[in-house]
């Protein structure tokens, strides 16, 4: 076969038929891409002096977690990522005298402070909001402005790439409404026990979260939507070893929310849909195809009832599948050599037909050596190539 462009090779590989070669990503979604957690931390950096990159930007981190949002163009290349991606602008992000932030706009007044490696979520704002009442009156709900804010020169950068490049354009970091905010705003504990102990208070909160989601949709996605081939969408449903609630309460209270916001991107651009879920979600995987997922990632293969041949087996002809090779124990453990094997495999089990794109099963964290990740993208374009032996 020709050698493809790599818009053309994503979108025959998503199009369940075979390339050129395995699509690659890295570093086009916050669950494909690099963390910088300083002091001890700093993978990113580690990566750069690796490769011999040396004059590189210094790393611009996401408000939380810990993502690096400005990759060295050198490192995409290098390792044949076929994604580039389009953030929205940075939210405006007070900083108290003790460290902690609050994050604004369409945020909805997230607060993180550093624990541990990450910046993560450490209070819940919305954790003692008890009525509708209550709810009405928060005050950091967004404001129109905050939506228009989010676009302001993307539309720019996003016909650029489509016009002077060949690449896969993705659009990340936004879509977590409305299921995965409810958490962050009140907690975990509260999002499950509104379920079971106040459904109506849920679905009103639920509901103001949706009208958020729908917001960005309209005033980010909607000008972009011409230029862009996937939509990343976010919303962690698994354990290791299973779902986080049953099945029956995801039925209830989760999939009519992220139906309908699938159903609204869908109204502003014919991208491709790709969901994001953390752990073993085998037992919902229909569901997300009834909704209109047509990617799943992280697929951690390590997960109960994830293994490739499974997923492939079962689910292969209605879903491609995006990342597969384990951090949990192999990139973080593991010598290179037993990387590549492992790349081998993953490649021959999941891209006979197409319907595979090839990345890490998360983020690299910092436990993960640079040799490592080399090692594994050098493998993915080794053994990548089609026909599969």
């Keep these: 076969m020709k050698e493809c462009t790599s818009r053309e090779r994503v979108l025959t590989a998503i199009g369940h038929q075979e390339p050129d070669r395995v699509p690659i990503i890295f570093g086009a979604t916050l669950s494909t891409d690099i963390l910088e957690c300083p002091p001890d931390g700093k993978n990113y950096t580690k990566l750069c002096h690796y490769l011999g990159i040396k004059n590189y930007e210094k790393p611009k981190l996401s408000f939380a977690f810990n993502s690096v ?47 541990g490696y990450f910046d993560d979520v450490f209070y819940f704002p919305l954790k003692q909001c008890m009525s509708k009442k209550e709810l009405k009156h928060y005050p950091y709900w967004p404001s129109p402005n ?76 909607g000008p972009l939507g011409d230029y862009v081939d ?37 109204k502003y651009t014919s991208a491709k849909i790709y969901r994001h879920s953390c752990g073993s979600v085998y037992e919902v995987i229909p569901d997300f195809i009834e909704n209109g997922v047509e990617i799943l990632n992280p697929v951690q293969p390590l997960a109960k009832h994830m293994e490739p041949w499974r997923l492939k087996k079962e689910f292969g002809k209605d879903l ?11 990139l973080c453990n593991g010598t290179p050599d037993e990387i590549k094997e492992a790349v081998r495999h993953t490649i021959k089990t999941y891209a006979p037909g197409g319907a595979y794109i090839l990345g890490p099963a998360h983020s690299f ?25």
């Design 230 to 266: 996937i939509v990343a969408t976010y919303g962690d449903m698994g354990t290791q070893n299973g779902l986080l609630c049953s099945r029956k309460d995801y039925v209830t209270f989760i999939k009519p929310y992220e139906k309908k916001m699938i159903a609204h991107i869908k």
């Design 146 to 221: 905050d939506f228009h804010k989010l676009s302001v020169g993307k539309i720019e950068e996003a016909k650029d790439l489509r016009e002077n490049t060949n690449y896969v354009i993705v659009v990340d970091n936004l879509l977590a409404f409305p299921f995965l905010m409810y958490a962050l705003l009140s907690g975990w504990d509260k999002f499950f026990l509104d379920m079971k102990l106040d459904p109506d208070f849920f679905f009103a909160l639920a509901d103001r979260l949706l009208e958020v989601g729908f917001g960005i949709v309209e005033h980010f996605i």
């Design 69 to 115: 949002m400005n990759i060295d163009e050198r490192v995409i290349q290098r390792f044949h990522s076929d994604f580039r991606r389009i953030d929205p602008n940075a939210p405006e992000v007070v900083v108290k005298a003790d460290g902690t932030k609050t994050v604004l706009g369409v945020y909805c007044g997230l607060r993180v402070k550093k624990m």
């Design 320 to 330: 491609t599948f995006c990342g597969g090779i384990d951090t949990q124990e192999l």
């Design 365 to 389: 964290e910092p436990d993960v050596p640079p040799e490592n990740i080399v090692a594994m993208y050098d493998a993915a374009y080794e053994y990548g190539g089609y026909p599969i032996s």
